[in-house]
Structures are given as C-alpha cells and as structure tokens.
C-alpha cells in the first residue's frame, strides 16, 4: 500500500528553467509534508516542508505547493542550477505520528 | 554540531551470514530510526526507538532482523541470517525533541548479499 506516490522516476530539465517535481498521497490522516534531497552515497537531506494548515511555502529558490483536495503537492525549483541534479524524496507523517513515509523518488538532472 | 554516525559504510556478504549495523545519534535526539532504502524505491521505515523503547517496528522482519536502543543513546541492527533481498542501504535518523518533524539522516550503510 503506497500512501506517498512520486509517479515520475526522472526528470530531465535545462539549467535556468523551472523544475517541478510532483507528489500524491492517498492517506487524509497526513498533516505535514517534507521533501528530501538525496546525493548519491549520502543520506538523504532536508530541503522543505509545509504543514497542512498552510497552501504554500517558500524557501530561496524552492516553493511547495499543496493542494489538500487533491491529496497532491509539488516542490518548484527556479531556477534550476547543476547543483540541483540529485533525487528527490516526498515524506509525509500523520498527525501525532512521529514517523515519515517515503515516496519513491524522482531523479532531477539539470542539464547546462 | 555532528551529525548522524553510522558505520559500516559498505558491507559484502554471503547469504545466510550475519551482518550488524551501528548508528549514533545527534546528541540530544530522543527518537531514532533505521530505514530500509532498496534501489529505486523510497526509504521505508523498519523500527522507531524513543530513548530505549520501541515506539513502532510494525514492517520489522522480526524472523530475521533485530536491533536494540539499551542505553538510549546509540543502536545496533542486526540481520541473520540475510537474505539476497536483504540488499539495500540501510539508513539510521534521528529526531530532536521539540522540533517541526524533520528527521536528520546519517549517510547510510550500504549491503551487499551475494
């Protein structure tokens, strides 16, 4: 039972657009959301997060968006730079809950 | 301030051998976790320790994998005997007391089962 989807394995953009990467949640019981980012041979760090009282959070370059209705939030990346070529994790935990869930992941790779 | 330690890095090992996995926390961090991560897929949680209790470890394969918390500072995971499936980096994360829900992960420990 996957309860946090990220249904785009890769994503492919050129530096200095726009990234957009998307996540779907099916569990109502969730009320904060986070994303990671992930290097390869190191542990995924924290970029992001919104709690569920709130549409939007905004952080530099990195703005996620949830859309309660929809069970679905994305991160928007702009602009997008090299560095930002890793992969990207959405995480969820439910109220009270101490624990994240972990979606699959979406690899970005910013191309120059 | 350090961050999460775990080690080993990497580990090789036959099937049916025993491997084991340390991990120390972020000083003051109550709750700590060990993660699965399998290639291509999302880290899934195995089991949370709040100081040396444990709070949820539901998706545990508890005829093969255990791990313990005894002085509810640093945690060892141990798998026996592993599997092929058993391939996968395992993650330690802890988690301050009074902070917004984010976990801080440690670099992973990376197993090989041939």
């Known amino acids: 039972d996957q309860q946090v989807k990220q249904n785009s394995p890769s994503l492919s953009v050129q530096e200095g657009r726009i990234s957009i990467l998307n996540c779907d949640y099916t569990?109502?019981?969730?009320?904060?959301f986070l994303w990671y980012k992930k290097y390869p041979a190191e542990g995924p760090t924290f970029l992001i997060s919104?709690?569920?009282?709130?549409d939007k959070n905004e952080d530099g370059r990195f703005t996620v968006f949830l859309n309660k209705s929809a069970k679905h939030l994305s991160l928007h990346i702009v602009p997008s730079q090299p560095g930002d070529s890793a992969v990207y994790f959405c995480?969820?935990?439910?109220?009270?809950?101490?624990?994240?869930?972990f979606g699959q992941g979406t690899r970005l790779t910013i191309n120059p | 301030e350090a961050g999460v330690a775990q080690s080993p890095r990497y580990k090789i090992i036959e099937k049916r051998q025993s491997v084991a996995f340390w991990c120390n926390p972020i000083?003051?961090?109550?709750?700590l976790y060990w993660y699965q991560q399998i290639l291509g897929q999302g880290p899934k949680l195995l089991i949370q320790?709040?100081?040396?209790?444990?709070?949820?470890d539901s998706q545990l394969p508890k005829d093969r994998f255990s791990a313990e918390r005894l002085k509810g500072v640093d945690s060892t995971l141990k798998i026996q005997p592993a599997k092929l499936e058993d391939s996968a980096v395992y993650l330690c994360?802890?988690?301050?007391?009074?902070?917004?829900?984010?976990?801080?992960f440690g670099e992973g420990s990376r197993l090989t089962v041939l």
């Open positions: 994360a802890s988690r301050p007391p009074h902070g917004t829900g984010e976990l801080f």
């Open positions: 569990n109502s019981m969730f009320d904060y």
């Open positions: 919104i709690s569920s009282i709130k």
């Open positions: 995480a969820a935990s439910e109220r009270g809950a101490q624990k994240l869930v």
């Open positions: 000083s003051g961090h109550a709750t």
């Open positions: 320790f709040q100081n040396n209790g444990v709070v949820d």
